[in-house]
């Protein structure tokens, strides 16, 4: 999938040997380096030839009016987007006043990596000018994890066989309003093309100068957002350390500040400039304040020293690989691919500090910087079991968004509260409700997460001091948007209408079965917490029945729409359809689709696919994942046969849920299939946008497909169970886990499976396939396997479907949309397993 030229397999680092202008925005976001608060895109530090030079601030953005077509009550009304922070990468080198170009420089080495051990990237290059001089140059870049305002970069000139003038400008620059010295395009002007999961585009100024000046080798610009009233300030120190003789030159405008430096450099005397910069940012305070605040840092960092900030980062991801490393024996271009995402989790997330965790992480403007469910059913597993504190500050962050969430329910005539679709500041900011404000399902995906995460740290005080908060409200979201229906046995039923599920290729529908099954549980889980907080914690039920208003009826009337909640099902297939009408719409023919009509929301109207039985991702399958304990065997086998011949895969959510599902009913081959689609997505591009950014969420489901996947993990009802899929190729995989107050190691191998407590632990009761097992603190169990579960061969087709008739008598049949002249017209439809059917 990768070029192994140009990227060496290693299992610790990502190398490139070669750089290509044409592929820049790939690279750029490959080499992100990041801390969950600020995030500088891999961009040369030569400051040109860039797709974006992106600065990105978790949080830090602005806000437009939408303009809407047609406008109706209750439409989003303001969006939200990332700004693009000043760009302080830029660190120029001239040698006989030629700067260093990549587009005609004569480079003879040239080397860039990412070491995912200390966090450092490093680039190393020899450039023979066009005078004849060898010029080695050695770059390096940190964004620090434990000082999270803080990034360090440096770079070392040697010219190696003559005397020569040498220059290094160093900048900051503010990219998002202006363009530099040699044209880089403002955020504003990035290539034109339609594609909605891009960043919307502000043409107006949007920094605001403040206070900009210079004092010695610090410079520092700093400014107000023009709408949200954010402010941000940047400063950076400049430190130089050569044995020639050197000048130094300064400049400071409202938009850029250059520290140069002129030195006179002798053959094989190197000259270094270390550059140490620190961003803040604030929804309230001053700019200037926040110029303080970057002094602090600064000051601080050059009282410690350079060597010790990179000595801190070593040592912060020592603890970080020893929680979270999942190692796969005998695959090192899988186990580099591994870390690579497991790194990108930690940039994404690590110093978010009570901030969401945006789908791009801060690698890119992708998506607009806003925060969506992948947090909580992709990312938050990951923090839950490796990293919990980490867990608990996304949570956090949804505890505070509850207000504007009341204010949006009370908006779509609901009670309790409703999350934001896709958000910043808390405020609704998705243009399209059918894809968007529709999906309420991300209520529960919020509750889901909190569950999990309490069950797994037994967090209580974190849940019954103001998480019960998010319980409560999405409880009586669901209580409110549900109705009642008498059925005609006699049972009444708790139906949800008028929304969608994750699968944004179905819109609006009725009783969809995620948000149905996810509801119950958000519905179970609040009843369940308020009446065990009225047991254990009397003092905090009362704080927060006073706070809440609670009836004490509230949990009783959750509990029976639970219990009634109508579950969808076709006894004539066998399997749960995906909402109430799903089975009667029209098959998409995905293997008669060409390949230049994917995906398939870039080339057909939302209308043209609603139409159809067609996903873009897991839906019903999610489901069988995240409540497999209230679906049997058999019907987790036929759900996934039939949903996964429907699925388009556009989404990059997607491949990792069916991986894990194939390899949990026996498909593993095609399990595997689907997990190296998932891990290469963006180190192969294999979406084409991996140049908007990192696919946060699916380098989560990365971790989830080897654990839950692979290592058969699952905890329902706070109860640890293993039932594991290696893939035959595999000789081992390991991983650890945070459970309650214990440190969990484990190791799967074909014939056995080995689990360790680490010293002072407490003792973990779990099960192997049924079987219980406890480890004590410092011991470890050894459970022998007999085999690696059910292996079914190929992948499922609907053909298997082709002679089933529906509950009306009727038969599947499949078409894909097509338009011949000025007629529209449809190739088909033909039975499935015809002569055009889907398996043809």
């Given at each position: 999938?990768m070029?192994r ?13 070669t750089?290509?202008?044409d ?5 750029e ?42 406008q ?21 080198v ?20 990412l ?5 450092v990237l ?12 060898e010029?080695?140059?050695d770059?390096?870049r940190?964004?620090?994890f ?10 070392e000139?040697t ?18 309003d202006?363009e530099?010295?040699y044209g ?12 909605p999961r ?7 100024r ?27 300030a ?25 520290n ?31 110029v ?5 840092t600064?000051d ?19 603890g970080f ?7 796969i024996?005998?695959h ?33 403007s ?10 909580e ?12 504190h ?12 509850l ?15 409703l ?28 509750s889901f ?34 109705f ?5 046995d006699?049972?009444?039923?708790f139906?949800?209408h ?10 609006v ?14 519905l ?8 065990e907080?009225?047991?254990e914690a009397?003092?905090a ?6 706070r ?20 969808p ?36 109207h ?8 067609v996903?873009?991702q ?6 069988l994942f ?7 065997d ?13 699925t ?6 997607s ?7 194939a390899?949990?009913?026996?498909y ?13 997505v ?5 979406h084409s ?6 696919h ?5 489901g ?21 039932d ?5 190729d595999?000789?081992?995989l ?7 107050d ?19 632990g ?6 192997v ?13 050894v ?14 087709t609907?053909r ?28 088909g ?12």
């Amino acid at each position: 999938m990768m070029d192994r030229d140009r990227f060496p397999v290693d299992p610790w680092r990502l190398v490139e040997r070669t750089f290509d202008i044409d592929e820049a925005g790939v690279t750029e976001t490959l080499f992100t380096l990041g801390n969950g608060y600020l995030g500088l895109r891999g961009n040369q530090p030569e400051g040109r030839f860039g797709h974006e030079h992106g600065t990105f601030i978790n949080g830090f953005h602005e806000v437009f009016p939408i303009r809407h077509a047609e406008q109706a009550y209750g439409f989003a009304e303001v969006g939200q987007t990332i700004i693009n922070a000043p760009d302080a990468k830029v660190m120029r080198v001239y040698v006989d006043d030629e700067p260093l170009s990549f587009d005609v420089a004569d480079l003879l080495e040239y080397e860039r990596s990412l070491d995912l051990r200390d966090g450092v990237l490093r680039r190393h290059l020899l450039w023979r000018t066009p005078s004849g001089k060898e010029v080695r140059i050695d770059y390096e870049r940190i964004v620090s994890f434990d000082e999270k305002h803080l990034a360090i970069m440096s770079i070392e000139v040697t010219v190696l066989n003559a005397d020569a003038p040498v220059t290094v400008s160093c900048q900051l620059v503010n990219r998002q309003d202006g363009e530099d010295v040699y044209g880089g395009r403002p955020a504003g002007k990035l290539k034109a093309g339609f594609d909605p999961r891009r960043a919307e585009r502000i043409h107006d100024r949007v920094l605001q100068p403040e206070e900009y000046w210079q004092d010695g080798a610090r410079s520092v610009l700093s400014y107000h957002v023009t709408e949200s009233g954010m402010s941000l300030a940047v400063a950076a120190d400049h430190l130089i350390e050569t044995d020639n003789q050197y000048t130094a030159r300064s400049l400071v405008q409202p938009d850029i500040a250059k520290n140069v430096f002129r030195v006179q450099a002798k053959a094989g005397v190197p000259v270094k400039v270390t550059k140490l910069v620190s961003y803040h940012t604030s929804r309230g305070v001053p700019a200037s304040e926040l110029v303080d605040r970057c002094r602090r840092t600064l000051d601080r960092a050059g009282q410690e020293g350079v060597a010790e900030q990179f000595a801190k980062q070593r040592r912060w991801l020592d603890g970080f690989w020893q929680r979270s490393d999942v190692r796969i024996g005998g695959h090192d271009d899988l186990q580099q691919a591994t870390r690579w995402c497991l790194f990108q989790l930690a940039q994404a997330a690590a110093r978010a500090d009570g901030q969401g965790v945006p789908a791009k992480g801060v690698s890119g403007s992708g998506y607009s910087g806003h925060y969506f469910w992948d947090t909580e059913i992709y990312v938050l597993p990951f923090l839950t079991y490796t990293t919990p504190h980490w867990a608990r500050n996304a949570l956090r962050m949804r505890v505070h968004m509850l207000p504007a969430a009341r204010k949006r329910a009370f908006q779509l005539n609901e009670a309790g509260a409703l999350f934001p679709w896709r958000t910043i500041n808390g405020e609704e900011a998705s243009a399209y409700y059918a894809a968007g404000t529709a999906q309420y399902h991300i209520n529960a995906d919020v509750s889901f997460a909190l569950a999990k995460y309490v069950r797994a740290t037994s967090d209580v005080e974190f849940l019954y001091r103001e998480a019960v908060d998010i319980a409560v409200e999405t409880a009586r979201m669901w209580n409110s948007l549900g109705f009642w229906r008498d059925e005609i046995d006699g049972q009444d039923s708790f139906h949800i209408h008028g929304v969608t599920g994750p699968d944004e290729y179905t819109t609006v529908v009725n009783d969809n079965l995620f948000t149905n099954v996810m509801a119950r549980f958000n519905l179970r889980f609040a009843a369940r917490t308020v009446r065990e907080m009225e047991l254990e914690a009397p003092e905090a039920y009362r704080l927060m029945v006073d706070r809440l208003h609670l009836d004490p009826d509230e949990a009783e009337a959750w509990e029976k729409a639970a219990d009634a909640m109508h579950i969808p099902f076709s006894p004539a297939l066998g399997i749960h359809p995906q909402d109430a009408v799903f089975l009667e719409r029209e098959v998409w023919d995905l293997e008669n689709t060409p390949d230049e009509q994917r995906p398939l929301l870039l080339h057909f109207h939302p209308l043209v696919i609603y139409r159809y039985q067609v996903l873009k991702q897991a839906d019903v399958v999610l489901a069988l994942f995240l409540q497999g304990n209230h679906f049997t065997d058999a019907e987790k086998l036929a759900d996934f046969e039939y949903y996964d011949a429907l699925t388009t895969g556009d989404s990059t959510l997607s491949g990792v849920v069916q991986s894990i599902l194939a390899a949990e009913v026996g498909y593993q081959d095609l399990a595997l299939e689907y997990f190296l689609d998932s891990i290469f997505v963006d180190l192969a591009d294999l979406h084409s946008n991996a140049a908007d950014g990192v696919h946060v969420a699916s380098a989560g489901g990365v971790w989830t497909s080897l654990v839950c996947g692979f290592g058969g993990m699952r905890d329902h009802f706070g109860e640890l169970t293993f039932d594991p899929r290696l893939p035959a190729d595999w000789p081992e995989l390991s991983y650890s886990l945070a459970w309650h107050d214990a440190q969990l190691h484990v190791v799967l191998r074909r014939d056995e499976m080995i689990v360790s407590n680490g010293a002072g632990g407490d003792e973990v009761a779990f099960t192997v396939r049924g079987v219980a097992y406890t480890v004590g603190g410092g011991d470890e169990v050894v459970v022998p396997l007999a085999t690696q579960g059910p292996v079914r061969e190929g992948r499922p087709t609907l053909r298997m479907f082709a002679d089933v008739r529906l509950e009306d008598g009727t038969l599947l049949s499949a078409s894909v949309p097509t338009l011949t002249s000025a007629i529209p017209t449809v190739t088909g439809p033909v039975p499935v397993g015809g002569d055009r059917g889907l398996d043809a």
